[in-house]
């Protein structure tokens, strides 16, 4: 495993996201310790989902996947948990609700969880665009659309975990009742209003976080 992440260029990466995977556990295990209350130990959780997406097209990376439609599975189960990379930004709501330690500790910590979570959905997400060009030849222009378009995806993904409770085990065992209860809900005028302005407004904030961070990877590639 070492030597194939030495031979694709990803060691250095890796290394890094797991140096910040454990700085945030360690945050978690010190909150957890100086105030002998669990509050924020879920973001563990949290961070996990989001580094399965990044496991996911790794793997595929390292294991040099080349059929199409093994690349199309892949792409499709990542797509399903790729908003959980992006969901902890959201978790900042709960900075007034969760008490017993200073606030700027609680700040740095669910800011720590959250770059570690978009670190992996964004890095990800780089590897799909990869899939797409190498795989299935699409151009620059194509893929710069598509990856608009699933960010955006992503941040409705992110309202419907946040607000609505859905999760992604839930788009997997149990699809038909959440696509119910997603039209009930578009059916409801406040409601339509509410998620498309959060869709467009929070995926609108991480396309423009996304692109600079593919552009400065791109050149340092160069």
């Known amino acids: 495993m070492l030597n194939s992440l030495r031979e694709s260029g990803r060691l250095r990466l890796t290394v890094f996201l797991f140096a910040i995977s454990i700085y945030c556990v360690m945050l978690s295990a010190f909150r957890l310790f100086y105030t002998r209350t669990h509050g924020y130990l879920f973001l563990n959780w949290n961070l996990f989902l989001a580094f399965l997406p990044w496991l996911l097209t790794s793997l595929a990376i390292l294991r040099k996947v080349k059929s199409r439609i093994a690349i199309l599975v892949i792409m499709a189960v990542w797509l399903v948990f790729f908003p959980n990379c992006l969901y902890i930004l959201t978790d900042l709501i709960h900075l007034r609700e969760i008490e017993y330690a200073p606030l700027w500790l609680d700040l740095?910590?669910?800011?720590?969880?959250?770059?570690?979570g978009l670190c992996y959905g964004f890095i990800s997400l780089m590897d799909i665009e990869y899939f797409l060009k190498e795989r299935f030849r699409a151009g620059s222009k194509t893929v710069a659309f598509l990856s608009i378009c699933l960010i955006y995806m992503a941040a409705f993904g992110i309202y419907i975990g946040r607000f609505w409770r859905w999760n992604s085990w839930d788009l997997l065992g149990n699809p038909a009742e959440l696509m119910h209860e997603t039209f009930d809900r578009f059916t409801d005028g406040g409601n339509y209003y509410r998620v498309f302005?959060?869709?467009?407004?929070?995926?609108?904030l991480l396309n423009f976080m996304y692109v600079p961070i593919r552009n400065m990877r791109r050149k340092s590639a160069a």
Do not use: D, E, K
């Not at 740095?108 to 570690?116: D, E, K, R, T």
């Open 108 to 116: 740095i910590i669910v800011l720590s969880f959250a770059w570690a």
């Open 197 to 204: 302005g959060f869709t467009i407004l929070m995926g609108t």
